[in-house]
């Protein structure tokens, strides 16, 4: 391929849309502020994204990716291919993959060649929502503390019959280490949004018989750690076709304790219960919520009871009226045959920065040397949600991982450090 179409096709599939700025020979331009910015360097991986034919051209598409966000830099030439030209991913090796995936998809053959030291100013790591089972199609929503600073990001996939199918969550507060888990059936941050609730979700396996065998019971009851006349008591079912029947147990998880050394606080509370959470409106006491007798994926609770968050020990009945109210946001569904337009774009701003996506790809905009405001790419995908720093942003981005009958985008959230 002649250098000039490649250095285009290179530039337009990275999300640049910088006219004439790959003719063939044209030199490297400098961006708008000369002032050297010099970033600790962190761990980054090195992707090759093209070949140019002479050292000029691969020096314009490098000035090019970098205005467009991206931390580039030729390599040797290597006869006949040209000049490489490479992207250093401000992450690890799921973050370029991630990338090199989309890459692929637009045609080109992206390499991702190794570990490379970054200087791109950030630090950036995915987590999936949901490691789990995704279901027939999934829904996703979202919540931001007051402050901007917190949020509960879940994906809620949907079963046949709209049976109860377990979800996955993060929950993340800025300065603090984010928490994923998958296979639970509720989650909610607490009112001081440094505490999360989640109700793990425990299944009996399906069968062929009327009813569910004592062994599977006890299987059930050793999954939940507690005993079986108790799980059983609590149990609820989970098909309108067979007979399969659920169980919860609650968790407390405490991420202010949290640092370099020492990990989150989780407490498992003693009880099979936890169908749906909330928290007292003065988050002293969780509320734990009970199915109705005809139970649906997305049905609500038909009784709340207040318990103590550390102990389990009950405080009474309450009102679901009474309860801290939580504004969900909802959000694009995901399943196979609904395309997610990762064209759009959206925009969320403060504390300093504004994240961006806009053609596919997602920048955190932030002041470099105190004169302008530079791009940085933070991966592919659609931004949904951001806190107000951009450390974490909730996004839908193409799953290189995906099978052919599942979804082909997923929901992540980007894990943003400014270094």
């Known amino acids: ?17 910088i006219a004439g700025a790959c003719n063939r020979g044209e030199q490297a331009r400098p961006s708008a502020d000369t002032t050297a910015v010099t970033h600790r360097p962190a761990a980054g991986t090195l992707v090759r994204v093209a070949y140019v034919a002479d050292s000029s051209g691969a020096a314009a598409l490098v000035d090019s990716l970098g205005r467009e ?4 830099a030729t390599g040797s030439q290597r006869p006949p291919n040209g000049w490489a030209v490479g992207i250093i991913v401000p992450g690890d090796t799921v973050l370029a993959g991630a990338i090199a995936h989309v890459l692929r998809a637009a045609g080109m053959q992206p390499q991702v060649v190794g570990a490379q030291t970054s200087t791109s100013g950030i630090a950036v790591s995915v987590v999936a929502v949901n490691r789990g089972t995704h279901g027939m199609s999934a829904r996703v929503r979202w919540v931001s503390s007051q402050d901007r600073r917190g949020l509960l990001v879940v994906e809620d996939p949907r079963g046949a019959e709209n049976d109860p199918v377990p979800n996955g969550f993060v929950f993340a507060r800025e ?21 999360v609730a989640y109700s793990r979700a425990y299944t009996t396996r399906p069968g062929e018989s009327d009813s569910v065998p004592a062994s599977e019971w006890r299987r059930l009851a050793r999954g939940v ?20 029947f659920g169980a919860a ?19 498992a509370l003693p009880i099979a219960e936890g169908w749906r959470l909330a928290w007292a409106a003065n988050g002293s006491r969780l509320a734990i919520g009970a199915p109705a007798d005809v139970i649906s994926d997305d049905g609500q609770a038909s009784r709340w009871r207040l318990v103590d968050p550390e102990s ?4 009474g009945v309450v009102d679901a009226a009474s309860l801290a109210p939580v504004q969900w946001v909802e959000g694009p569904t995901i399943d196979a045959s609904t395309a997610v337009d990762m064209t759009q774009r959206r925009a969320f701003r403060g504390g300093g920065v504004a994240v961006e996506s806009e053609d596919g790809w997602i920048r955190l905009f932030v002041s470099d040397g105190g ?27 193409p799953d290189p991982n995906a099978k052919a009958y599942e979804p082909p985008n997923h929901l992540i959230v980007y894990h943003t450090i400014r270094q």
């Open 175 to 195: 300065g603090l280490p984010p928490v994923q888990r998958d296979s639970s059936w509720d989650a909610a941050a607490a009112t001081d949004w440094k505490r």
């Open 249 to 267: 147990r609650t968790f407390v998880v405490d991420v202010s304790v949290a640092n370099d050394s020492t990990p989150v606080r989780e407490v």
């Open 371 to 397: 004169r302008v405001r530079v791009p940085r790419i933070i991966g592919p995908g659609i931004a949904l949600a951001s806190t107000v720093s951009g450390e974490f942003v909730v996004a839908i981005a």
């Open 312 to 315: 389990g020990a009950s405080r």
């Open 1 to 17: 391929m002649p250098a000039l179409r490649r250095t285009k096709v290179a530039v337009i599939a990275l999300g640049a849309a």
């Open 69 to 72: 966000g991206w931390q580039a």
């Open 225 to 244: 750690g507690l005993r079986e006349s108790i799980v059983r008591m609590h149990a609820f079912p989970t098909s309108g076709m067979v007979s399969a």
